[in-house]
C-alpha cells in the first residue's frame, strides 16, 4: 500500500468523528460557555418578574465560597459515594471472581448474574421512595425489626444523619454492583485461562491468583469502574433528592453538588447557578486530574509501548 | 435452553406474584373511585339546581367564544367541584371535560417546592401571545400565595368578567379582600371559607378524657396550659396529641401581628416562636411526632392503626372534607369517629380563589363559573351537604347552622357549623404575602431539624434563612 | 483473608462461602421488589395498617384508580420508551463510529482528540444543564423528547468502553483486508466492524437504555406538559401529595409499573448482555 493511499483512508478518520463532535459543541460547549458567561450575571426571577441580567463580576463567586456549605456538600457527596463504592467494589471483586473461576464450577450462575444486575434497572426515583417508604417511621422495616426483637423501639431512619446517609450509600451500592459485577467479570474472563493454568500447575492459591495474576491483569477495566463510578458519584441527585424529598436533611448533611445546583436552576438563579456550575466544574476537573495522576501514567504507558510494538 | 428456562422463570415467578394479588378481587369490597362519587353527586345537583340556572349555562354555549377552557389548578378540589356543581359539564376523562361544545382542559401540578407557582408563572407571561385554545382561561391559588396573582396584571377583574360586585354580598369579607389587588380590583372570588378547628378522635376521648362531648373536650384545650396537661394525660395512656409539631404551625402562624417578609426581610412573628417552643416542649416530651404534614404517617392517624394514634388534628372543613378519606370505608371518618372543637386558639387555613386569566377568550364562561360557584346559594348550600365543605356564604351558612336536619356524618352527627361560623366572622387575612407557601414549607423543614435534636434553634434557623434565600434571592434576614 | 488460610481451604469450602454470599446477595437485591409488588397489592387502608408478607387483592383495584386519575402513565411509558430505544441505538451507533476512529486511522490530531474525549467523559451533564436548558429554550425545543435523545450521540462514557473493546477484539489487520476486497470504509464499517463489536455494543445499548429509561435531572428541567413527560418525572410528582390524595395503593402501583417493563426488556436482552460477556473472553 502507497502513502497517498493510506492518507485518503485516514481521512476518514476526521470523518468519522464528525457527528460525535457536532453535538458535543452544539449540546455541551455552546451551553458550558453559555453557563460560564452567565456566572458573572445577576440573573434570576422574582415571581412573576425578571431581574437582570446585571454583570456583576465574581459576586456570586463571592458569595458562594464565603460560606462553608459548598465544602459541606462535597464532603456529603464524596462520603456517600465512599460508602457505596468500596463494598461495591469488594462484593464485584468477589463475585467476579467467583464467577469466572473454573474450579467453582458455580451452578445457576445466569440466575444470579440475572438477579443481581436487576436493581440497576430500577428507576433511581422509584427505588429512591420504595425506600423512602420501607424506611418510614412506622414502615414495613421497623416493624420487622421490632417484631424480631431487634429494637425495642423504632429507629427514626429519616432523622439520623447516618443512617440517612448510610441508606443512601446502601441504595447506590445495591444499584450498582451487579453492574460493577458485569463489567469485573468480562474483564476476568478475558483473562488469557493459560495464566491460571500455569499458576496452578505451580501450586498457587486461589487468592494468590486473585491478587498476583487477575487484579494486575484486570487494571483497565478496574480505572473504568472507578472513572464511571466518580463521575456517578459526583452526580448523585435522584437518590438523596427523592430520599430526603430535596432537603438533604438532618441539617443538610445528605445534601449532595448536584442537589445544590438544582435548588438554584429550580428557582431560576441563573447566575448563581452558573457560578456553581463553573466551580463543579473545577471541583470534577480536579478530582479527574487526580484519578488520572493515580491511574493513567502507566496506563498510557502501556498503551504507548503496545502502539509501539 | 438452561439460560432461558431460568429467565423465563423468574418472569413467571414475578406474574405469579401478580396474578396472586389479582387473586380474591372479586369478593371485595370496591374502594370507591374519587370520579364515580364525583359523577353520583353531580346527578344529585343537577336535580337539585333550578331549571333557570341550567338553562342560563346552556344559553352560554354557542356565543363566540373560544372552543377550548384550559383550567390550571395544583389538586383536583377545584375540579371535583366544577364536575359537581357546574350544570352542563360532562366528564370526557381525568383530564378532559366538556361544557355544551367547549372542551374543558385541566393542568394540574402539584403546589410541592412551588412547583405550581413555577408552573404559572411560566405560562400567565406568555398568556396574551398564546394561540386561543393555549391560553391559560382560569386557574385557582391557595391562599399562601394568590396575593401574587391577584396583584400581578395577568389576572382579569370579575367586572371583566361580568360579575357585579353586588352579587359577592352573602361572601365573607376577608375572601373578597384577599381577592382584591391594590388598586381595588376584585379579582379572585372563593367558594369557601376556612376558619380552623380542634378534630379529635372520638374514641381517644372516650378513653383518656372520660367522654367524647364536645363540650369536655374543649374544657381540656381550653388553653396552651390545658392542651399542655391533656397532652400529658394522652402519653399516659399511649397517644400523642398532634400527629406532628407541623400540625401546631398553621394555629399560631395564622395569628401573627405581622406579614413573614416586611420589606424584603424575612421576619420571625412571636407566634411563629410561640409555635417553635411549643412544638419542641411536646415532641422532647414524647407528646408529639415530627410527622410531616401530608406525609404517610401524618395520614397515617385517619385510620385505625397501630403505629400513629395522635388525638386531633387542627384543621378547617376542606380538612376533613378532603383529607380524612371518609370515601374509604376503613378510615375513622367513615365510621364518623372525629369530633371538632374550637380548640385553644382561633385560627384559618387556607382556602382556594378562583381567578380568569387576563387575555381570557372565554371570558362569559369563567365568568359564570365564577358565579356558579361562588355566589350561587343553591349550589353552595348542595356542596354543604354533599361534602360538609364550609361554604362562602353567610345567609346559607347560618341557616345551615341553625338547621337540626344537617349533621356532620364524619363528625359523628355533630354540627360543627356554628363553630366554624363564629370562626370564619374573626378572620383576617391582612398579613398574606406572596412568600407565604416557601415560608411554610421551609420553616417546617428547618425546624424538624430542632425539633429532633440535630441542631439548635440557632441553626436551624439559620438554615431556614439560607433555604429561604436560595428560593427568594431578593429577600434578607 | 491471608493467602496461608485461603491456601488450606478446599474447593468444596469456597464453593458453599460462594453460595452463602450470592443467596445473600440475591436476597438484598430482590426483597426490595417483593415488597413492591406486594404492597402493589394493598389498598390504601390495608398499607396503612403496617406491612405484612402477604399480598392482598387491591392490585386491579389501584390500577383502575390510577389509571382513571389524572397522570398520563401511559403516555409517560410511551415518551419514555421512544427516548429510551433512540439514545441506545444512536448512542452505540455513533459511539462505536468514534471509537472506530480513534482506533484503526492515523491521523494528525488522533491523540488530541482521544485525550480531549477523556477529559471531558469527566464533564458532568448537570454543569452544562443551565446552557443546555437556555439553548433548548432558544431553538424551542422545550417539552421535546429531541433534547433529549440527540445528545447521547457524544457519549464520552461509551466511545472509552467501546475503545477498550476495540483493542482487544479489532485487529486493524481485519479492516486492512477488507480493503483490499474493495470495500469503501463506511461500508467497512458497518459491515466488519459493527458485527464484531456487537457483543460490546448489546451491553453499552442497555447501559444506555437505562440510564435514560431512569433520568430524572434533565427531563425535570425541559418537560413541563403532562403530555410530554417521562415516567421518572411523573414518578417525582407523585411525591407530592396533592396528587393522589394520599393513595399509596396507587404510588406503590405506579412504581411498579414503571419497573416492570424495563425488566421485561432485560428478560430478553440479559442472554447478549451475559452471553456477550462469556464472548468478549473468548477472544481474550
Redesign the interface.
Known sequence: MNRSKVARYNRWGYIFLIPFFVVFVIFQLIPLASTIYNSFFENYRSGLSQIGPNFIGLQNYKTLLSNGDLLQYTKNTMIMWILGFVPQIIVSLLLGAWFSDPSLRLKCQRFFKTVIYLPNLIMASAFSMLFFTLFSDSGPINSILLQTGILSTRYAFMSHIWSVRGLVAMMNFIMWFGNTTILLMAGMMGIDPSLYEAAQVDGASATKIFFRITLPLLRPILIYVLITSLIGGLQMFDVPQILTNGSGDPMRSSMTLIMYLNKHLYSKNFGMAGALSVILFIITAFLSILVFRATGERESGRRHRDRVR | M???F??G???VM?AA??L??????AG?K??K???TQAAETQAATEAAQSEGGAEAAEGLVGQDEGAVLNIHG???EFKSRVAAYYPGYEEVD??TGKIGNVTVK???T??????Y???L??S??NNAAAAADDKVDMFVCDADYVV??VQ?E?TASIADLGIDEAELANQYQYTIDVGTDQNGTIKGLSWQACPGVLIYNRAIAKEVLGSDDPATVQEAVKDWDAFNATAAKLKEAGYTITSGADDLYRVFNDNASQPCVVDGKIVIDDQTKAWVDEAKMLVDGGMT???SL????W??G???????KPFCYFGPAWLID??M?AD????IAANGGWGAVEGPMGFSWGGTWILGAADTDNPTLVGDIMRVLTTNDETMKQIVVDVNDFANNKPVMNEMAQDPNYSDAVLGGQNALPMFCAGAEKISKSNLT?YDQGYTEEIQ?AM??YF?G??TYE??LE?FY?AMI?????LTH | MSDKKSSGMSVHARRIIAYVVLILMTFICLFWFYVLFINATRSHAELSRGFTPFPSSYLLTNWKNLAAGTLPILRGLVNSLIVSTCSAVLCTYFSTMTAYAIHIYDFKMKHVLYTFILAIMMIPTQVTALGFLQLVGKMHLENSLIPLIIPTIASPVTFFYMKQYMDSTLPGALVEAARIDGAGEFRTFNTIALPLMRPAIAVQAIFTFVSSWNNYFTPALILHIDKKKTLPILIAQLRSADYLKFDMGQVYVMIAFSIFPVIIVYLILSKYIVGGMALGSVKG
Do not use: R, V
Open positions: 438452561k439460560k432461558s431460568l429467565s422463570m423468574l418472569a414475578m406474584t401478580l396472586a394479588g389479582c387473586g380474591g378481587s371485595q370496591e374502594t373511585a374519587p370520579e395544583w389538586n383536583e381525568a383530564n385541566w393542568t394540574i402539584p403546589s410541592t417546592d412551588n412547583a407557582q413555577n408552573e408563572d411560566s400567565l407571561p401574587k396573582y400581578s395577568y411526632n415530627t410527622y401530608w406525609g404517610d404517617e395520614n397515617k385517619f385510620f385505625p392503626n397501630t403505629e400513629n378532603f383529607c378519606a374509604d370505608a376503613s378510615s406572596i423543614k424538624k431539624n429532633e440535630n441542631a441553626e436551624a438554615q439560607k436560595e428560593k427568594y434571592p431578593e
